[in-house]
């Protein structure tokens, strides 16, 4: 695509659910990272995958939050059993490569109630 | 450990004013500095800079590297309301993929 994709641009949820947040790079770049970002606070970076690899996820906040990607391409970041405090915007960013320009999408802001 | 500081945290001016940002940086193997605004949501890329003392333009933006002394300058000439934003400073490693990002200086434009 032109740019990266994510959905949805807004999700409201009650605490406890899961929820599942999708990123749609840009056709050929390789790597793809996930950052949050909580009122008024920087990028917290969440994770990388090179291809369908995820060399880091140390970023990851807690175990309910985990990550695929399938075919070098699409993403999915999902939280299991949503807590208040998972309440921020998540950024998707894809680059050709690694330590190249990310470009990032217009985020998700998760609302947990 | 690596960081990226970026000041002032928020700056408010007029309509007209020139502004410059500030970002100093503490890294082992630096690879490049990375500049960004972020209105609403994205961050969208404005500059990326590998070598001191060469300017890069776009506008009445401009920014410059000093790799001697660690910091990176974003001005901003006769600023407009629509450069309202946070802009974010990020400096990329040799040994990873990893960006190491500022917390951002939030600007604000008053006409």
């Known amino acids: 695509g032109a740019g990266v994709s994510q959905s949805p641009s807004n999700k409201v949820t009650e605490k406890g659910k899961d929820v599942e947040l999708r990123c749609d790079p840009i056709s050929g770049h390789t790597a793809l990272y996930w950052y949050r970002q909580s009122l008024g606070q920087g990028l917290e970076f969440l994770i990388y995958?090179?291809?369908?690899?995820?060399?880091?996820k140390s970023g990851l906040p807690s175990d309910r939050f985990s990550a695929e990607r399938t075919g070098g391409s699409v993403s999915t970041l999902t939280i299991q059993r949503t807590q208040q405090e998972d309440s921020a915007v998540y950024l998707c960013?894809?680059?050709?490569?690694?330590?190249?320009?990310?470009?990032f999408g217009a985020g998700t802001r998760l609302s947990v109630l | 450990e690596d960081k990226v500081v970026q000041s002032p945290l928020s700056l408010v001016v007029h309509e007209g004013d020139t502004v410059t940002l500030n970002c100093s940086y503490e890294v082992t193997n630096f690879r490049s500095l990375l500049w960004y605004k972020q209105e609403k949501k994205a961050p969208t890329f404005l500059f990326m800079l590998?070598?001191s003392g060469i300017e890069k333009k776009s506008g009445r933006l401009s920014s410059i590297l000093d790799k001697k002394e660690l910091f990176s300058i974003l001005n901003i000439t006769a600023t407009q309301t629509g450069d309202s934003a946070i802009y974010l400073c990020?400096?990329?490693?040799?040994?990873?993929?990893?960006?190491?990002w500022g917390a951002g200086t939030k600007l604000i434009i008053k006409p």
């Open positions: 995958f090179q291809g369908n690899s995820a060399p880091d």
């Open positions: 590998t070598s």
């Open positions: 990020a400096v990329a490693l040799l040994s990873n993929y990893q960006l190491i």
């Open positions: 960013a894809s680059s050709p490569g690694q330590g190249n320009i990310q470009y």
